[in-house]
C-alpha cells in the first residue's frame, strides 16, 4: 500500500480543481495544468476541500501509480499557487549568460555561444551573482511546472558541467561542489 497516495491533498480557496474522467485539471491565480491518469485502477474524487487517490488493484505498478499521481497532482496544485523556481551559478572566467527575447544565450568558453530556446510557460532571468569577488552569474528559472522547470535547468546545466579542480562550470545554487587538489611539486 502506497503511503504517499494515501494522503489527502488539501485544496486551497483560490485553486480549482476538476476530474474530467481520467484528465485532472488544476486552475490557480498562476495558471492552468493537467494531468492525465494513464492507470484505470486509480480514481480521483474531489470532496470539498480535499482531493483523494483511491486505488482499486493490489498489484505493484497499480501501487506505484497510486502514490506517483497523488504527488504529481500535488505538485500542480502547489504550483498553481506559487511557481517552482531553480537557481543556477555559471562560474567561469569569461562566461556569460543573457536573456534575449525567447532565447538564453551562454558563452560558455566554446567555440560558439549556446542558444537555447525558452520552453513556453517558463521564464528566465540572469543576472550577476551576489559574490563580487568571484565573476559569478546567476539564472533563475522560473515557472508552475515543477517538472519543466526541472527539466529545463537540467539542460542548462549540462552544457557546461563543473570541473573539479577550479569549479569552473554550471550548478545549482544549492548544490555542493567538491574541489579536487592540482598537481603537487613533488618535493617533501
Do not use: W
Amino acid at each position: 500500500m502506497s503511503r504517499v497516495g494515501l494522503a489527502p491533498i488539501t485544496i486551497s480557496g483560490n485553486v480549482s480543481v476538476s476530474v474530467d474522467g481520467n484528465v485532472v485539471k488544476v486552475k490557480g491565480p498562476l495558471g492552468e495544468l493537467s494531468q492525465e491518469i494513464k492507470n484505470r485502477a486509480i480514481e480521483v474524487k474531489v470532496e470539498g476541500n480535499e482531493l483523494k487517490l483511491e486505488c482499486k488493484s493490489p498489484s505493484k505498478d497499480a501501487q506505484a501509480a497510486h502514490g506517483l499521481y497523488r504527488q504529481l497532482i500535488a505538485n500542480m496544485i502547489a504550483g498553481v499557487e506559487k511557481a517552482y523556481e531553480k537557481k543556477l551559478i555559471v562560474y567561469g572566467v569569461g562566461y556569460k549568460a543573457s536573456v534575449q527575447g525567447n532565447k538564453l544565450v551562454l558563452s560558455l568558453g566554446l567555440a560558439h555561444n549556446v542558444e537555447l530556446a525558452i520552453p513556453e510557460g517558463i521564464k528566465c532571468e540572469a543576472k550577476e551573482g551576489e559574490d563580487k569577488d568571484k565573476k559569478t552569474l546567476e539564472v533563475k528559472v522560473s515557472g508552475i511546472s515543477k517538472e519543466r522547470v526541472g527539466q529545463f535547468a537540467a539542460v542548462i546545466k549540462s552544457k557546461r558541467p563543473v570541473e573539479p579542480y577550479h569549479g569552473y562550470g554550471i550548478h545549482y545554487s544549492d548544490e555542493v561542489v567538491i574541489h579536487k587538489e592540482g598537481k603537487t611539486s613533488g618535493k617533501k
